[in-house]
T-cell receptor, first 114, second 113 residues
Framework: NAGVMQNPRHLVRRRGQEARLRCSPM?????VYWYRQLPEEGLKFMVYLQKENIIDESGMPKERFSAEFPKEGPSILRIQQVVRGDSAAYFCASSPAGINSPLHFGNGTRLTVT | QKEVEQNSGPLSVPEGAIASLNCTYSDRGSQSFFWYRQYSGKSPELIMF????GDKEDGRFTAQLNKASQYVSLLIRDSQPSDSATYLC?????????????FGKGTLLTVNP
């Protein structure tokens, strides 16, 4: 049973470039959650998606960040025009229908903006 | 603003001892509480969750919850060097879902052989 799969594990981008982070949920899971862990900070909720729908994006920065979870394929977290402050570890979790299961996180993508 | 506070440590204990990790939270309406272990450079790994006042035991781990004091703790018995990691306390304020967790910054635990 594969867990939540994230790729790439490490991503380096120059300021102004775009970053795309991918998350494949566990088999049978239709709910995806993205969290960000800034250096020396706790994990912070960003967004909750179901297939083709954004359910809660209250933790997403207002600009440059977007997320999707298409009918087919992985969930994508997209960061446009990256800045150094976007350097962080981005973690994805998934759950089956019904959202009371404890979250299990993927291995994360560590984004470094140079 | 809802907050979860943890002593950043490092907390250093000898092998075989009991490690006690503490967490306080500000939102009195919080419903469920989680402990995650995170090794350096790795993802958070769920080790315990607790919903009701009192103790919950799982192997060498015991979670303790006191909602009146807004306090949750994790005890690790017979600590092993492999337990050396950062322990994250997470709190969920919602009675209907578990996805929007508020995390503390974590306590670094070092178990010395």
């Amino acid at each position: 049973n594969a867990g939540v799969m994230q790729n790439p594990r490490h991503l380096v981008r120059r300021r102004g470039q775009e970053a795309r982070l991918r998350c494949s949920p566990m088999k049978g899971h239709s709910h995806v959650y993205w969290y960000r862990q800034l250096p020396e900070e706790g994990l912070k909720f960003m967004v909750y998606l179901q297939k083709e729908n954004i359910i809660d994006e209250s933790g997403m920065p207002k600009e440059r960040f977007s997320a999707e979870f298409p009918k087919e394929g992985p969930s994508i977290l997209r960061i446009q025009q990256v800045v150094r402050g976007d350097s962080a570890a981005y973690f994805c979790a998934s759950s089956p229908a019904g959202i009371n299961s404890p979250l299990h996180f993927g291995n994360g993508t560590r984004l470094t903006v140079t | 603003q809802k907050e979860v506070e943890q002593n950043s440590g490092p907390l250093s204990v000898p092998e075989g001892a009991i490690a006690s990790l503490n967490c306080t939270y500000s939102d009195r309406g919080s419903q469920s509480f989680f402990w995650y272990r995170q090794y350096s450079g790795k993802s958070p790994e769920l080790i315990m969750f607790i919903y009701s006042n009192g103790d919950k035991e799982d192997g060498r781990f015991t979670a303790q919850l006191n909602k009146a004091s807004q306090y949750v703790s994790l005890l690790i018995r017979d600590s092993q060097p492999s337990d050396s990691a950062t322990y994250l306390c997470a709190v969920n304020p919602s009675p209907s879902s578990n996805y929007k967790l508020t995390f503390g910054k974590g306590t670094l635990l070092t178990v010395n052989p």
